[in-house]
């Protein structure tokens, strides 16, 4: 959510997802669409 996002950056918190969470995720969409043929 963006007001996270921008809460987090005020309070010079880290990010709630990590680089690799975020890899893993668009890996297993990646591998979705090229299995459902798109």
Do not use: H
Request: aromatic share 6%; charged share 30%.
């Amino acid at each position: 959510c963006m007001s996270d996002t921008l809460d987090r950056l005020a309070r010079k918190a880290p990010p709630a997802t990590s680089i690799d969470d975020y890899v893993a995720a668009m890996s297993l969409i990646d591998a979705a669409y090229e299995k459902a043929g798109r």
